[in-house]
Nanobody, 127 residues
Framework: QVQLVESGGGLVQTGESLRLSCVAS????????MGWFRQAPGKEREFVAV????????FYADSVKGRFAISIDNAKNTVFLQMNSLTPEDTAVYYC????????????????????WGQGTQVTVSS
């Protein structure tokens, strides 16, 4: 069993930055994927970024490419999402998810493929 706990959300203005963190308690294995997804009111959960545990490989949604950066501290089982140049369109609840086992990028972008989720952290960007 794995538990995920996100932190770092908040209220910022357009153009500002935030850094989200997600700590995984429990075992993660090489090749697992830890991803960030977001869900705005009335919308489905959408992929933001994903990184593989103890392996190379990061993938981003087109909407955040060049602005967001995902990274991982494998020793601490913690994944980060650095979000820069935020806009009101980035406003959502951000969730951290863990998918066990290796998979190609197309699969990793699908939230239905993830077994474990955190409780979410609210990010609000004002104009």
């Amino acid at each position: 069993q794995v538990q995920l706990v996100e932190s770092g959300g908040g209220l910022v203005q357009t153009g500002e930055s935030l850094r989200l963190s997600c700590v995984a308690s429990g075992r993660t294995n090489r090749g697992d994927a830890m991803g960030w997804f977001r869900q705005a009111p009335g919308k489905e959960r959408e992929f933001v970024a994903v990184i593989r545990v103890r392996e190379s490989g990061t993938f981003y949604a087109d909407s955040v490419k060049g602005r967001f950066a995902i990274s991982i501290d494998n020793a601490k089982n913690t994944v980060f999402l650095q979000m820069n140049s935020l806009t009101p369109e980035d406003t959502a609840v951000y969730y951290c998810g863990l998918r066990q086992g290796r998979a190609i990028a197309t699969i990793l972008r699908n939230p239905d493929q993830y077994t474990y989720w955190g409780q979410g952290t609210q990010v609000t960007v004002s104009s």
